[in-house]
Nanobody, 115 residues
Framework: VQVVESGGGLVQAGGSLRLSCAAS????????MGWYRRTPGKQRELVAT???????DYADSVKGRFTISRDNAKNTVYLQMNSLKPEDTAVYYC??????????WGQGTQVTVSS
């Protein structure tokens, strides 16, 4: 499976960004998709996940500010990030979990929030 993220960039604190992630090339169906992030010196952490049925889960730090959504027909997931804070600065990774339990990861997209 190929997983490709887009939409990162530089934004001022309080601003918004929308990340997109498309998964393709798998003969197996894609179940949960999600966003994770990593900052230097820290482990990768969960940001938000969404099932094919639309059930979502968020990290406490982004609840109320970030919204995850997906288009099942396109195997695409989105992350709308509002009220961004400098501490949201990280490389954001998309993950697509296949029905066989394999996780495909994207290369990551940098999000930088200036104060």
């Amino acid at each position: 499976v190929q997983v490709v993220e887009s939409g990162g960039g530089l934004v001022q604190a309080g601003g918004s960004l929308r990340l997109s992630c498309a998964a393709s090339g798998s003969i197996f169906s894609i179940n949960t998709m999600g966003w994770y992030r990593r900052t230097p010196g820290k482990q990768r952490e969960l940001v938000a996940t969404i099932t094919t049925g639309g059930n979502t889960d968020y990290a406490d730090s982004v609840k109320g500010r970030f919204t995850i959504s997906r288009d099942n027909a396109k195997n695409t997931v989105y992350l709308q990030m509002n009220s961004l804070k400098p501490e949201d600065t990280a490389v954001y990774y998309c993950k697509a979990r296949l029905s066989i339990g394999y996780d495909g990861w994207g290369q990551g997209t940098q999000v930088t929030v200036s104060s």
